[in-house]
Nanobody, 125 residues
Framework: QVQLVESGGGLMQPGGSLRLSCAASRFTLDYYDIAWFRQAPGKKREGISCISSRQGRTYYADSVKGRFTISRDNAKNTVNLQMTSLKDEDTALYYC??????????????????WGQGTQVTVSS
């Protein structure tokens, strides 16, 4: 399994921005499609973005499209999620996920076997 570590969460006012990072040790993230999920209290884990391994194609849920940007930094072996125009409803625990057999064509949490511990994002005035 790939070991993943998320960072960059925090408290932000509505309209603000945060940048999350997903790092891996001992594995090259560029070999995998990498997804970002989030889970708010009492809600299902939601797939919000994904970047493919080869062509770097990006995918976004409607809830974040136009506000969030996923990208790779291969030099640092990270996948980043730039979040702008944050809303109260973006408050959640954010996870990155990977699996050698799963592509961005599906953003089903049950399909991914490697997860980080999550980083909390709280949007509040």
């Amino acid at each position: 399994q790939v070991q993943l570590v998320e960072s960059g969460g925090g408290l932000m006012q509505p309209g603000g921005s945060l940048r999350l990072s997903c790092a891996a040790s001992r594995f090259t993230l560029d070999y995998y499609d990498i997804a970002w999920f989030r889970q708010a209290p009492g809600k299902k884990r939601e797939g919000i973005s994904c970047i493919s391994s080869r062509q770097g194609r990006t995918y976004y849920a409607d809830s974040v499209k136009g506000r969030f940007t996923i990208s790779r930094d291969n030099a640092k072996n990270t996948v980043n999620l730039q979040m702008t125009s944050l809303k109260d409803e973006d408050t959640a625990l954010y996870y990155c996920a990977a699996d050698p057999k799963v592509t961005c064509m599906t953003l089903k949490a049950d399909d991914f076997t490697s997860w980080g511990q999550g980083t909390q994002v709280t949007v509040s005035s």
